[in-house]
Structures are given as structure tokens and as C-alpha cells.
């Protein structure tokens, strides 16, 4: 049975991250996944609407997953912050009371919203790849294997540690890495894979976030990643936009080129470079497909 989601491309993705919905949408049409876009969404809050009232959180995003339940598909998201405050907003509902669960379905009516239900599961693009339609049915789609590309996988904050029970260990994730094995290019295990792209801090200690980025590019480097691969827009933000004034913070030049995980994939199985945005990248990518001969 073909897979189909309710997909929810989120803020980021539709402005200064576009080549992610653009790579999102290329890779999963040529997978034969369906996306049905929900256009009526609404930001999920990033986390921030909880520091105001953790009621705000959960109506905001009890909305978004009842725009998905219906169609009576799973949530689709190609942001770990996403995945991370939707899907943990999803799990204490379905937990929660019934007079708190009424609460929230109570401003969901006034505003003419259907109620949450709780029917749907919200899951991040690495998961629908790595578990639903899985690792052999995507190497088999590789028409272009990533040979000799060195990839270090940055699984940002909320994608391994922003629900109470994950796809993968936070500690010690494999699911990017596997995935890099399916479509050729070989995985690079460096320590700051796992940790705080320093995002969250960069509208207040500016110079800290940019110390934390460039400590991650730096170790990714020197443990020889031809490339940062990254699910979250946020951290792709910090890590490649940034990029020339983290160089700045630390005093050294980088120069290593940030790939949105779909990007990635979508290479490996024919995609053109110009269908994915790569050129819209601070830090070139010509080095990622002169290494691919593309």
C-alpha cells in the first residue's frame, strides 16, 4: 500500500529554509509518497508558547493534529522542533484527562476547529524513511549510490529527546546513520552529533551559540565528514547560514557544506541538484557533488 501523510511543512521550510519543502516534496514524489499539505496549520511554537501557558502549547498544536486526523493520516514533519513540541504535545493529550482534554476541545470549537481526537501519529521524515518504508525499499530506489561521501549525521535537541518515548536512542542513534549506509555514503561519528546545534540561545548569547556551532562543524571536520546532515531547519540555520559568522566567533575558517537530510536522499536516488535548492546554501555545496560527479 502506497504511503500517504498529512504534511505539515511548518515556518521555516517556507521561508528561509525553502529548498527543505522543495527537497521534501522532490524526494518523497519520487518515492511514490503522498503529501497531502496542510495548508491550515499553524506554528507549532517552537517551544516557546509553553514559556506563556502550557495550555496556549497544547491548544495551538492539539489544532494542528486534528487538521491531520481529518484526513485520518499521520502528521508528517521535516523539522526535529517540530516533531519534538507537536509530538510531545501529542503524547500528554493522549494521556491527559478528560476534563483538561475537554478544555482544549472547547477553544477548538469556538474557533470552528474539528476536536483532537488523539487517532493520529506524528512522525518525523527520517522516521516514515527508516521505518515505514524502510530502509531495503529505499536502497533499491538508488540510482545514484553516494560513494565515497563522508557524512556526519547532527540529529538536533528535540528530534532524539523532545518525547518521552523516541524512535531512536538519544544517546546513541543509528537511524541516520543507517540510512546513509543504505544509499552508499559512508556515516561519521563525531560527539557533537547528538548535542544542542546552539539555535535556542543565538537571539540572546549570540557569541556562545556561534562557540557551540562551530565546536560541532570543527569536530565533524576533524573527524573527516565531507558534510553536515541535518533533519532540523533550525539547526541547518545555525550551522550553514551562520556559518561565515560562527568563522568570525571562532577565528577559523570551516567551509563545510550543510545538507537537509531530504537533499540527501533525493540525491542518491536521481533527483537533480537544481530541483533541491541546493544553490540557495551560504555554505556552497559544489564540493558535496563534485565528490558525486554532479
Not at 476534563?99 to 470552528?112: A, D, I, M, R
Not at 518525523?124 to 538508488?142: M, R, T
Not at 544517546?171 to 561519528?189: C, H
Request: glycine share 8%.
Amino acid at each position: 500500500m502506497a504511503l500517504k501523510y498529512a504534511y505539515f511543512p511548518g515556518c521555516v521550510a517556507q521561508g528561509a529554509c525553502r529548498e527543505l519543502d522543495q527537497s521534501t516534496k522532490a524526494v518523497t514524489r519520487s518515492l511514490g509518497i503522498e503529501l497531502i499539505e496542510l495548508k491550515k496549520a499553524s506554528c507549532c511554537g517552537s517551544g516557546t508558547f509553553k514559556e506563556d501557558s502550557q495550555l496556549l502549547e497544547d491548544t495551538v498544536n492539539a489544532r494542528n493534529i486534528a487538521l491531520a486526523e481529518e484526513l485520518n493520516l499521520p502528521l508528517l514533519t521535516h523539522c526535529s522542533t517540530c516533531q519534538g513540541v507537536i509530538g510531545h504535545v501529542d503524547e500528554r493529550l493522549k494521556s491527559a484527562d478528560a476534563n483538561y482534554l475537554e478544555q482544549v476541545n472547547g477553544f477548538l470549537k469556538k474557533e470552528g476547529c474539528s476536536p483532537y481526537k488523539g487517532t493520529s501519529e506524528v512522525k518525523h521524515l527520517l522516521w516514515a524513511l527508516v521505518a515505514d518504508y524502510g530502509l531495503e525499499a529505499i536502497a533499491q530506489k538508488v540510482t545514484h549510490k553516494l560513494s565515497g561521501l563522508k557524512c556526519a549525521a547532527f540529529y538536533g535537541c528535540y528530534l532524539l529527546r523532545g518525547q518521552d518515548r523516541p524512535y531512536d536512542d538519544p544517546f546513541n542513534p543509528k537511524s541516520m546513520e543507517n540510512l546513509f549506509e543504505a544509499i552508499g555514503a559512508t556515516p561519521i561519528y563525531y560527539r557533537g552529533r547528538t548535542q544542542c546545534c546552539g539555535w535556542p540561545l543565538s537571539s540572546y548569547a549570540t557569541e556562545q551559540s556561534f562557540k557551540m556551532a562551530g565546536n560541532h562543524i570543527e569536530e565533524a571536520i576533524s573527524a573527516g565528514a565531507d558534510c553536515i546532515v541535518t533533519p532540523c531547519p533550525l539547526c541547518h540555520l545555525n550551522l550553514d547560514s551562520r556559518q561565515p559568522e560562527v568563522e568570525q566567533v571562532i577565528g577559523k575558517s570551516l567551509g563545510l557544506p550543510v545538507l537537509h537530510l531530504s537533499q540527501l536522499v533525493a540525491l542518491a536516488i536521481g533527483v537533480s541538484p537544481e530541483e533541491l535548492g541546493l544553490d540557495r546554501h551560504i555554505v556552497s555545496t559544489k564540493s558535496v557533488l563534485a565528490k558525486l560527479g554532479r
